[in-house]
T-cell receptor, first 112, second 112 residues
Framework: QKEVEQDPGPLSVPEGAIVSLNCTYS??????FMWYRQYSRKGPELLMY????GNKEDGRFTAQVDKSSKYISLFIRDSQPSDSATYLC????????????FGSGTRLSIRP | NAGVTQTPKFQVLKTGQSMTLQCAQD?????MYWYRQDPGMGLRLIYY???????DKGEVPNGYNVSRLNKREFSLRLESAAPSQTSVYFC???????????FGPGTRLTVL
């Protein structure tokens, strides 16, 4: 069983819809949770990060962590075609200079 | 600033050949990482360097070696390439309390 599970999609939604992307994990030691966005043929870029349980909002993006259920989510409001990309969740038990475990990524397509 | 740069962008090798993938960063990152990305497998850590002069194995180190030449440069060497090493390779630099990682554009390697 993988430490981090993520539905690969693809997920296709119309422009303006609310998108929900999710990951589950098995290691209860994970404390730091991140979401990366990767456009086709590009390197991943950090979108958001959170520490432990709770919500964090940044513009149209909200990251949510539920440690009791070992479940994290990324919500995208008012989705745009430019949001079409692969989204990878990532997590780590420690802070700086440590190994990060990535999910396999969910491919998202926003239809105009 | 160029950020994280990788050379070459593309490479085709024959089984048994050797090569070195180069990575350089001008963002003053202490930690640097080499990942491979395969369809359905997400990003898997090959080796990392928490600081200049140190290197450690990641999840999939077999068949690879690394050198942290100085703070800026971190190279990945394939001594005897195998078809199973066909992949996209990403280098990243890490910084900050949350180990925010900045990725290079990737090297697409095919081993025939």
């Amino acid at each position: 069983q993988k430490e981090v599970e993520q539905d690969p999609g693809p997920l296709s939604v119309p422009e303006g819809a609310i998108v929900s992307l999710n990951c589950t994990y098995s290691n209860s030691a994970f404390q730091y949770f991140m979401w990366y966005r990767q456009y086709s043929r590009k390197g991943p870029e950090l979108l958001m990060y959170t520490y432990s349980s709770g919500n964090k909002e940044d513009g149209r993006f909200t990251a949510q962590v539920d440690k009791s259920s070992k479940y994290i989510s990324l919500f995208i409001r008012d989705s745009q075609p430019s949001d079409s990309a692969t989204y990878l969740c990532a997590m780590s038990p420690y802070s700086s200079a440590s190994k990060i475990i990535f999910g396999s990524g969910t491919r998202l397509s926003i239809r105009p | 600033n160029a950020g994280v740069t990788q050379t070459p962008k593309f490479q085709v090798l024959k089984t048994g050949q050797s090569m070195t993938l180069q990575c350089a960063q001008d963002m003053n990152h202490n930690s640097m990482y080499w990942y491979r990305q395969d369809p359905g497998m997400g990003l898997r850590l090959i080796y990392y360097s928490a600081s200049e002069g140190t290197t450690d194995k990641g999840e999939v180190p077999n068949g690879y070696n690394v050198s942290r030449l100085n703070k800026r440069e971190f190279s990945l060497r394939l001594e005897s390439a195998a078809p199973s090493q066909t992949s996209v390779y990403f280098c990243a630099g890490g910084t900050g309390y949350y180990n925010e990682q900045f990725f290079g554009p990737g090297t697409r390697l095919t081993v025939l």
